[in-house]
Nanobody, 120 residues
Framework: QVQLVESGGGLVQAGGSLTLSCAAS????????MGWFRQAPGKEREFVAA????????HYADSVKGRFSISRDNAKNTGYLQMNSLKPEDTAVYYC?????????????WGQGTQVTVSS
């Protein structure tokens, strides 16, 4: 069982940066794949980024590639999403997710979400 709590969301101007954190409980988090998803108002939740448990492999949605960076610190049971060059279209609720298998569209565990608002 893994519990996830996101933090770090807020209001930022276009072109700015934010770093989201995902604190996980559970001793097995270091062996779980981790990902970030987002959901904008009126839209379906979409994949943003994922990272393997060994920190050897990352994957990004085309819309954030080159601007966002996913990482994790297994010693701290924490994952991160560094977001740079933010755009108004990045405005959404961001969710952290974890799964013992590679991240798919329906991971087993979800956080409660954190709001990111990018003003133009």
């Amino acid at each position: 069982q893994v519990q996830l709590v996101e933090s770090g969301g807020g209001l930022v101007q276009a072109g700015g940066s934010l770093t989201l954190s995902c604190a996980a409980s559970g001793r097995t988090f270091s062996t779980y794949f981790m990902g970030w998803f987002r959901q904008a108002p009126g839209k379906e939740r979409e994949f943003v980024a994922a990272i393997s448990w060994s920190v050897g492999s990352t994957h990004y949605a085309d819309s954030v590639k080159g601007r966002f960076s996913i990482s994790r610190d297994n010693a701290k049971n924490t994952g991160y999403l560094q977001m740079n060059s933010l755009k108004p279209e990045d405005t959404a609720v961001y969710y952290c997710a974890a799964d013992p298998r590679p991240i798919s569209a329906a991971p087993s565990y979800w956080g409660q979400g954190t709001q990111v608002t990018v003003s133009s």
